[in-house]
């Protein structure tokens, strides 16, 4: 084989490898926009991260229904993991326009304490990806996030496991 034809073939090689690479970059992409597709129709909770100055930006120039003031502000109170009390309230008339918390808490199944959607399916995910809380630990340092106890994720790891256990014989 002379030296032409090695570089055609690599060519065709190189060409080759470029179209499935990116047939592949196109698969992960559109497998990416059918992710967000499917979380744009589902009812369930689905969760984005905000920061919390621009959440409170919302309500910097929103009126008061009682005084027609622009002094909504919104209050943080609680935090459970990654669930946070919100409290929206006015600063002038002292009138609290609601109040809730960024995630439900789940339907109890047991005599210990409800935990909310979010702090269980974070920590799903980390035992989907690592298994250890000091991975969790390091997101929430990043994202300058409160993080929920040690006990806490302790709880929902063992039910975890255990409703993932409780499945093996079923599959088996």
């Known amino acids: ?11 065709q090689r190189s060409s080759g490898d470029r179209i499935l ?12 926009l059918e992710q967000e597709n499917i979380a744009d ?9 905000v920061d919390k100055n621009a959440l409170c930006d919302i ?9 027609n003031q622009s002094t909504l502000k919104l209050e943080f109170g609680h935090k459970y993991g990654f669930s946070h009390q919100l409290k929206l309230v ?3 008339c002292s009138e609290q326009k609601m109040e809730c918390f960024t995630s ?9 304490s409800t935990p909310f959607d979010v702090n269980v399916r974070a920590v799903q995910a980390f035992l989907a990806i690592s298994g250890v809380m000091h991975r969790l630990k390091n997101f929430a340092c990043f994202l300058n996030m409160p993080l929920m106890s040690s006990k806490t994720f302790n709880e929902i790891k063992c039910a975890t496991l255990n409703s993932v256990y409780s499945l093996l014989p079923k599959l088996c």
């Open 41 to 49: 129709t589902y009812d369930g909770p689905s969760y984005i991260i």
């Open 104 to 112: 439900p808490r789940l339907e109890k199944k047991s005599n210990t």
């Open 21 to 32: 690479k990116n047939e592949r970059i196109s698969m992960q992409e559109k497998s990416v």
């Open 90 to 92: 006015c600063k002038t």
């Open 1 to 11: 084989m002379d030296i032409s034809e090695h570089n055609s073939n690599v060519a």
């Open 59 to 67: 309500f910097k120039y929103t009126l008061c229904g009682i005084c």
